[in-house]
T-cell receptor, first 118, second 113 residues
Framework: GAVVSQHPSWVICKSGTSVKIECRSLDFQATTMFWYRQFPKQSLMLMATSNEGSKATYEQGVEKDKFLINHASLTLSTLTVTSAHPEDSSFYIC??????????????FGPGTRLTVL | QQQVKQSPQSLIVQKGGISIINCAYENTAFDYFPWYQQFPGKGPALLIAIRPDVSEKKEGRFTISFNKSAKQFSLHIMDSQPGDSATYFCAASKRQAGTALIFGKGTTLSVSS
């Protein structure tokens, strides 16, 4: 099956610093990737849709200048949390759009990145 | 975002029992309804999915029942096992390729041995 990786798996940073999270599709190419945020015991909330070679589309309420998304290749999308604050502490999960064994489009999820801002 | 409503929020089932989780959606443009299983500290993993042209899909112990007229779908886990203890999310997405998933709020399932 299609595999999506994220790096790092967890990160702790000081308030005011920036953190970059990578999302890679390991064995397939993904023109579209998605970034989700999940707070403890809550659901996944879509932050933005990332398309290779173009600007990301952000969901309402998500600050595009704070959460910078770059999808520079068909296998890599990055999310940079700029000037991070404690309220940005969350579980960030990416997914990549690929094809299932039956040929249908399917989102394959990464393992997530736990961000803790002190 | 169109809402997907999921219930119950939490569920306790005895080993060997049937776990049932329900979801309802509003947007009739949705045409893909997956269920995801998530363990603590991990990303969600696709369990089973259905499209509205069928009313039921079964894979092993997992079954999705779909009621298009009621705009509802449910997950049944037969012979529930302690290893099934996890959070389950229903989701929905629209017809076009590349559209994002809208998730329900999740159900925490505990299977007691």
């Amino acid at each position: 099956g299609a595999v999506v990786s994220q790096h790092p798996s967890w990160v702790i940073c000081k308030s005011g610093t920036s953190v970059k999270i990578e999302c890679r599709s390991l064995d397939f190419q993904a023109t579209t990737m998605f970034w989700y945020r999940q707070f403890p015991k809550q659901s996944l909330m879509l932050m933005a849709t990332s398309n290779e070679g173009s600007k990301a589309t952000y969901e309402q309420g998500v600050e595009k200048d704070k959460f910078l998304i770059n999808h520079a290749s068909l296998t890599l999308s990055t999310l940079t949390v700029t000037s991070a604050h404690p309220e940005d502490s969350s579980f960030y999960i990416c997914s990549a759009l690929g094809q299932s064994g039956s040929g249908r489009n399917e989102q394959f999820f990464g393992p997530g990145t736990r961000l803790t801002v002190l | 975002q169109q809402q997907v409503k999921q219930s119950p929020q939490s569920l306790i089932v005895q080993k060997g029992g049937i776990s049932i989780i329900n979801c309802a959606y509003e947007n009739t443009a949705f045409d893909y309804f997956p269920w995801y299983q998530q363990f603590p500290g991990k990303g969600p993993a696709l369990l089973i999915a259905i499209r509205p042209d069928v009313s039921e899909k079964k894979e092993g112990r997992f079954t999705i029942s779909f009621n298009k007229s009621a705009k509802q779908f449910s997950l049944h886990i037969m012979d529930s096992q302690p290893g099934d203890s996890a959070t389950y999310f229903c989701a929905a997405s629209k017809r076009q390729a590349g559209t994002a998933l809208i998730f329900g709020k999740g159900t925490t399932l505990s299977v007691s041995s």
